[in-house]
């Protein structure tokens, strides 16, 4: 860990080959892991941190999900093609499954942590969310999103009612407030991710997009909602100098890469968390009906919605031509593969002008890569 008494661990942001979920933590020189690694698990004697872009990761299932639900309902009589889709969304849905359990287990355990994050602040934004709720057009102008205002308009055409302007955070039976209310933050807030990965695990939560985005999607982009609102903007990775997270760069000397390595130093040492934010006395968790961080979570919010904004029609094209190439035609596979080429390019090409994050995916780009690099 030390070199002549001296810390020279590193911040690196490590993936897993497994759940895909990345965290932050520190290693030695000697450890021969470097930052954009992926192993295959993370060691349980290492303290791992949430920062950007951890919880973000999970929207590129979200992604696939939603925009392979966009496709099919394109074509409602195929059912060739649904059965096609479907299995796409099982994936995905499996895959996100996986990022969610991990979460949760090891934040139960106590091995990862919401890096500049008030807990206990964040437990009573949630209380607050069940309870009072958070206007709808604010989410989604936030997240840079149209989830949370498209579902009430469907709710309201399906039951001819008028929309309602508040979403409320609804939990599932098992979890109810009266509850897990009294539990401290920590298990609180694992309670609130068993929720969640109770409503991935729900098939009947898969019927279409409205129904996912309703009872699933929803949920999750509330939580992102009120980490961004309860954590020190320094965790962002927003600033100039954070971009281009890489292996091939020297990110040790950048805001946020600095601001985790002393994050988690304090986590070793169960000193106060560095950077969480204080709360002021006397001060109201909401003003009618908006957190008072309101306009810290607008200024970056953009970043993480933005990019997956970009990437779900990119995801549906990729996927429409995963799809094809297992359809019986003689030149079906050759033009899909031609298609999937571009889809790479293009993002690609996005990351060099530094549109997208150089550790952005879409899903399956990669194997094509790799099967090109093996022919």
Same mark, same amino acid.
């Given at each position: 860990m030390t070199s002549g008494g001296i810390d020279n661990r590193q911040v690196v942001l490590l993936k897993s080959r497994f759940t895909n979920n990345r965290f932050y933590t520190l290693v030695s020189p000697e450890s021969g892991l470097k930052n954009a690694d992926t192993i295959e698990d993370f060691p349980e004697h290492l303290p791992l941190g949430i920062a950007y872009p951890c919880l973000e990761?999970?929207?590129?299932? =979200?992604? #696939?999900?939603r925009t392979t639900f966009e496709t099919l309902e394109q074509f409602p009589d195929d059912q060739?093609?649904?059965?096609? !889709?479907?299995?796409?969304?099982?994936? +995905? @849905?499996?895959?996100?499954?996986?990022?969610?359990?991990?979460?949760?287990?090891?934040?139960?355990?106590?091995?990862?942590?919401f890096l500049g994050t008030d807990l206990d602040e964040l437990k009573d934004y !949630?209380?607050? !969310?069940?309870?009072?709720?958070?206007?709808?057009?604010?989410?989604? @102008? !936030?997240?840079?999103?149209?989830? =949370?205002?498209?579902?009430?308009?469907?709710?309201?055409?399906?039951?001819?009612?008028?929309?309602?302007?508040?979403?409320? $955070?609804?939990?599932?039976?098992?979890?109810?407030?009266?509850?897990?209310e009294p539990m401290p933050a920590r298990p609180f807030v694992v309670e609130?991710?068993?929720? #969640?990965?109770?409503?991935?695990?729900?098939?009947?939560?898969?019927?279409?997009?409205?129904?996912?985005?309703?009872?699933? =999607? /929803?949920? =999750?982009?509330?939580?992102?909602?009120?980490?961004?609102?309860?954590?020190?903007?320094?965790?962002?990775?927003?600033?100039? +100098?954070? $971009?281009?997270?890489?292996?091939?760069?020297?990110?040790?000397?950048?805001p946020l890469y600095i601001a985790i390595g002393e994050a988690l130093r304090a986590i070793e040492t169960d000193q106060a968390p560095v950077h969480a934010k204080e709360r002021e006395p006397g001060v109201d968790l909401l003003k009618d009906g908006l957190p008072a961080t309101t306009a810290r979570v607008v200024e970056i919010s953009g970043i993480p919605?933005?990019? /997956?904004?970009?990437?779900?029609?990119?995801?549906?094209?990729?996927?429409?031509? /995963?799809?094809?190439?297992?359809?019986?035609?003689?030149?079906?596979?050759?033009?899909s593969e031609i298609i999937v080429r571009a889809v790479s390019q293009i993002v690609r090409e996005l990351?060099?002008?530094s549109i997208l994050s150089p550790m952005a995916e879409v899903p399956g780009t990669k194997a094509l890569s790799d099967k090109e690099a093996r022919s």
């Open positions: 990761d999970g929207l590129n299932d =979200f992604a #696939v999900i060739e093609l649904r059965d096609e !889709m479907m299995e796409i969304i099982y994936d +995905a @849905s499996s895959n996100l499954r996986k990022r969610l359990i991990e979460l949760r287990d090891r934040l139960a355990s106590g091995q990862a942590h !949630m209380i607050a !969310m069940i309870r009072k709720g958070s206007p709808r057009k604010m989410l989604d @102008s !936030m997240m840079k999103l149209d989830v =949370f205002g498209s579902v009430e308009e469907a709710d309201a055409s399906r039951n001819g009612g008028h929309p309602e302007p508040n979403f409320n $955070y609804s939990l599932l039976s098992e979890h109810a407030l009266e509850r897990i609130i991710f068993q929720d #969640v990965l109770d409503a991935v695990n729900n098939e009947d939560n898969y019927l279409d997009r409205y129904t996912f985005d309703k009872y699933v =999607f /929803q949920k =999750f982009i509330a939580i992102m909602f009120i980490n961004y609102a309860t954590t020190d903007p320094i965790f962002y990775g927003t600033s100039k +100098a954070d $971009y281009g997270v890489s292996a091939d760069r020297d990110m040790s000397t950048t919605a933005s990019e /997956q904004q970009l990437l779900a029609p990119i995801t549906t094209i990729f996927d429409t031509c /995963q799809v094809l190439m297992r359809m019986d035609h003689p030149r079906t596979r050759e033009y990351k060099e002008l």
